[in-house]
């Protein structure tokens, strides 16, 4: 037990901070703008050291179930913290278009920035890496699909129309998923996993799989995200308070929210790329990209139906050339089955592009 609590330090704390952020609450928002900064920032932090713990548990359990299913398993509990936080930070009268903004900054982080630097990185160390073009396709063409159903189109349905076009949304979704699902699951899940030679000095034993605890990290998982939620409700008005009238661009409120939930794949994925593990990293940024926007959307698009007020969906013109060129890209560089490091490169200029756009308020 005492073991147990040590290798949870991270997320005891998260919990300790919870417990007093919700103590403190009424101090913190109630003893100026800056106090409400301060604060909102070390709630950040600790969101983040108990997604470190989520997304861990998450890679115990990929480790046990293996390729394709264990990158699902991780991209599902990024996109869950992601949903978590949104939804909380919604409830408390957030920005019409954080919604839409959470998953753009997303996108461009997943795609542009993890698979970018990741390519990178593992090209200069490889050159080039092979993977499975299959996933890359198929991950491509339904992004593709799903960010022109909920966050294109949107902006020529009339606003009388948008209860009939969101639970259109919501359905079409929902199949997108439940297809990807099958396929990913089913017998179609060669598309999503690649063999690789094993490569072992001489004499050196197999490495053997650890012995884990699937109900205890289930179990932490899931007390981890309760844990997020906890700290979200409150770091969402400390942060809105503390960010009022500083001039600061509104979707850096967006982007803090898809850089939580994407940090722990960001580490999985540079592992990945420098041991010359590209599917994974291509799973993870694919994945993760399309698990946030086929999860996302309903869930949001609901809770949207449920209260009558609508999120803003639709993609400013600056942000639908971005994910454009970005799919584009990615579709040239991901055709056939290797990436090195100009590929690399050429995702991670166009996160700095997105990351130098969002400065400028774009």
Known sequence: MLTLLKQEKFLLLALLAACTAFALEHWLLH????????GGLVLVAFIVCASMRVAHHAELLAEKVGDPYGTMILTLAAVLVEVVIL???MSNEASATLVRDTIYSAVMLDINGILGLAALMGGIKHGEQSYNDD????YSVMILTAMGVSMVVPE???????????????????????LFLRMQVGPHSYFFSYSYPEKRRKGEPA???????????????VFGVVVIGALAEVMSKTLDLGLEGTGAPPVMTAILVAAISAAPEILTALRAALANRMQSVVNIALGASLSTV????PVMEAMALYTGQ?????????????????????????????????EGMTHFVLFATFVMLSLLGL
């Open 31 to 38: 003893s100026g703008q800056m106090t409400a900064l301060i």
């Open 294 to 297: 086929i999860l996302t959307v």
């Open 207 to 221: 490495h053997d799989t650890p012995a884990i605890n699937l109900g205890l990290s289930i179990g932490t998982l």
């Open 87 to 89: 939804a909380i930070m």
């Open 310 to 342: 609508p999120f803003q969906m639709a993609m400013t013109p600056v942000q639908t050339v971005m994910v454009f060129i970005t799919l584009i890209v990615s579709a040239i560089n991901l055709n056939d089955g290797e990436t090195n490091a100009i």
């Open 135 to 138: 996933s890359a396709r198929t």
């Open 156 to 178: 020529f349905i009339p606003e009388a129309d948008w209860k009939i076009y969101s639970a259109f949304t919501i359905g079409a979704m929902v199949m997108l998923y439940t």
